[in-house]
């Protein structure tokens, strides 16, 4: 099961603006927002999609890396991190390096679908790309602003950047072990009630049931109703409530294979 470390919730809104000040991007940008930048040939559009529906559309110029194929460990255990010889082959072949511009996309269908994305982006933020963003609601959003989708596949120059993978967004099954029973972080499972219950289990799952101590946090819950648009910062602040976290306490999310 792989476990994601997340930002301490207090010191969010500081590490943001000091990356609005540093030019880094937001990890969010809308249909609008990412048009204008698209038109200055200044950002690469990443999709995460199928091979299929890739080809039969998509953003102007975007590259595809299908997420179940590109971007997951083994079938033995899909949530590890693939190993660091496959990802640089992957960046390469995107043409990123650390200073590209890079908007990840998804179709836009619901909260599943916006995490392929956010597991890629998790993904090149440890590998060492800094100016990263996500479409919100995805191409579906795309196409619903009236904004034009192409059937062409992209051509971009391989890069020959080879990155080092970055584990400080990352808690290891022996980390987390130590934390079961303790205080001194909050384990959040970010699964469906039933999946946390043990009502139901995940063929990626291990056993049924729940970390010890661990609260559930349905990842669903941060958007808007029937969407996979992200709620507003004053509702995911909202949601973000009931894990109860303390200053300081450092939050550990989990889910069946490591992108809830």
């Not at 890739?54 to 190993?83: D, E, I, K, M």
């Not at 022996?174 to 043990?198: H, M, N, T, Y």
């Amino acid at each position: 099961m792989s476990l994601l470390r997340l930002l301490q919730r207090r010191a969010l809104p500081a590490a943001l603006l000091w990356l609005a000040a540093a030019g880094w991007a937001a990890p969010l940008i809308t249909p609008t927002e990412l048009q204008a930048l698209a038109q200055t040939g200044a950002v690469r559009i990443v999709d995460v999609r199928e091979a299929q529906a890739y080809q039969l559309q998509h953003l102007p110029g975007a590259v595809s890396a299908p997420y179940f194929t590109r971007w997951r460990g083994p079938a033995s255990n899909p949530g590890l991190v693939p190993p660091l010889a496959e990802l640089t082959a992957l960046v390469q072949q995107l043409g990123l390096t650390p200073e590209t511009r890079t908007v990840l996309v998804y179709t836009g269908v619901d909260s599943t679908d916006f995490a392929t994305a956010a597991r890629s982006y998790w993904t090149l933020k440890s590998l060492g790309v800094r100016d990263i963003s996500i479409l919100n609601g995805g191409l579906n959003a795309w196409r619903g602003a009236g904004l034009p989708v192409s059937n062409q596949p992209a051509q971009v120059a391989r890069s020959n950047w080879r990155p080092q993978f970055n584990p400080e967004w990352l808690a290891t099954r022996d980390e987390v072990r130590q934390l079961l029973g303790s205080p001194k972080a909050v384990l959040i499972d970010s699964r469906p009630a039933p999946f946390f219950q043990g009502r139901i289990a995940n063929e990626a799952a291990r056993a049924r049931g729940t970390l010890p101590g661990a609260v559930n946090l349905d990842s669903d819950l941060y958007f808007e109703l029937g969407s996979a648009v992200l709620m507003d910062k004053a509702g995911l602040e909202t949601e973000a409530e009931a894990a109860n976290v303390q200053p300081g306490q450092p939050v550990v999310a989990f889910c069946n294979a490591g992108h809830w």
